[in-house]
């Protein structure tokens, strides 16, 4: 008999490796919505945040570090006092040759008990040490930042530059030194607005006194008005160097 007839064998489908890996793309893909979004109107909070980090950490007056280092010493003393007195009976009694090794050992138990009931103390004291720094630093920037600003005005109140005023925070301290300061500078403005005025008026007199006296014909009358014209030109000449007006 002859061999049945067989069908021949078909390849199995493989799998379309081409649209498994378009869909696995697609699936992936990030959407068109976040993609054209400017980084700076994704998430405002982290500039934010480096903002307020950078006020809190700037350092504008040598004050504000010598008062952190010694709030800083401060803190370190006291931890150094109150663990002195609980540690340090133990300590001794540990080391006490009289002792028998059982008292040793319940000494050295209770060493042990006190010592990791301690620390997780010490942990928790050094948190509120920290946020006192950190507060000690904001409140000392409230004083350093009006110091930073008045330093930057005497400079120019030296140099005759009466129109300046010192503008301060909301919330810092030394407004009212700030307001006196400003006080004081305006009063030295308004005289010598006032002194300038009076320059001005003399200067005219002074050419006045001048025609008058070409006009008698007197040499002595001449020689004095060019003397006053020539004083009144150097006090011009130091008024000028105050600035009176803003601009």
């Not at 931890?79 to 050992?105: C, G, H, S, T, Y």
């Not at 109140?157 to 503008?167: A, V």
């Not at 008026?201 to 020539?230: G, S, W, Y």
Request: net charge positive; charged share 20%; glycine share 4%.
């Amino acid at each position: 008999m002859g061999q049945p007839l067989r069908t021949p064998s078909q390849p199995d489908p493989q799998p379309d490796t081409s649209t498994e890996s378009s869909s696995l793309t697609e699936a992936v893909r990030v959407p068109p919505t976040l993609a054209t979004v400017p980084p700076s109107q994704m998430d405002p909070k982290p500039r934010v945040a480096h903002t307020c980090k950078r006020r809190l950490m700037s350092v504008v007056h040598p004050l504000q570090v010598r008062m952190l280092s010694q709030v800083i010493a401060y803190s370190l003393v006291i931890f150094i006092l109150l663990a002195i007195p609980v540690f340090k009976p133990l300590v001794q009694a540990l080391d006490n040759p009289a002792l028998a090794w059982q008292e040793r050992a319940v000494v050295a138990n209770d060493l042990l008990s006190l010592h990791a009931r301690f620390w997780p103390w010490a942990l928790g004291a050094s948190v509120v040490v920290l946020i006192h720094c950190i507060h000690s630093l904001r409140l000392m920037h409230r004083i350093a930042g009006p110091l930073y600003r008045l330093k930057n005005v005497f400079p120019k109140i030296g140099e005759g530059n009466l129109s300046i005023r010192t503008t301060l925070r909301e919330g810092d301290f030394l407004t009212p030194e700030a307001d006196l300061v400003n006080q004081m500078t305006a009063q030295l403005q308004k005289k010598i607005n006032v002194m300038k005025q009076a320059q001005i008026i003399l200067a005219l007199d002074a050419v006045r006194f001048r025609e008058l006296a070409v006009a008698k014909n007197d040499p002595a009358l001449t020689a004095l008005a060019k003397q006053m014209e020539q004083n009144l030109a150097g006090l011009k000449t130091s008024l000028d160097t105050f600035k009176t007006h803003s601009g």
